[in-house]
Nanobody, 124 residues
Framework: QVQLVESGGGLVQAGGSLRLSCAASGRTFSNAAMGWFRQTPGKEREFVAGIAGNSGSTYYADSVKGRFTISSENAKNTVYLQMNSLKPEDTAVYYC?????????????????WGQGTQVTVSS
């Protein structure tokens, strides 16, 4: 079993920055792909960013390209999401996810493990 714990959410003004962290514990996979998703009330959980477990290649939703950066620190089993130039439409609960495969998927159903989520609120 893999446990994922997110931290770093909060309230920030538009144009500001936040860094989310996701710490993995338990039976971790050295080549697991990791992803960040977000969800607002009444909407589907959507892909935000992902990092491949083998190559370290990164992928982003068009809405966050150039503003968000995903990275990993394997020694700490931690994945980060640096969010800059935040907009009110980035307000959501952000979830960390891991899958038992090295390549990134944009599909929620392809991820096996999820964190509890952390709230990000961007005020205008």
């Amino acid at each position: 079993q893999v446990q994922l714990v997110e931290s770093g959410g909060g309230l920030v003004q538009a144009g500001g920055s936040l860094r989310l962290s996701c710490a993995a514990s338990g039976r971790t996979f050295s080549n697991a792909a990791m992803g960040w998703f977000r969800q607002t009330p009444g909407k589907e959980r959507e892909f935000v960013a992902g990092i491949a477990g083998n190559s370290g290649s990164t992928y982003y939703a068009d809405s966050v390209k150039g503003r968000f950066t995903i990275s990993s620190e394997n020694a700490k089993n931690t994945v980060y999401l640096q969010m800059n130039s935040l907009k009110p439409e980035d307000t959501a609960v952000y979830y960390c996810a891991a899958r038992s495969a090295p390549w990134v998927s944009f599909t929620r159903a392809q991820y096996n493990y999820w964190g509890q989520g952390t709230q990000v609120t961007v005020s205008s």
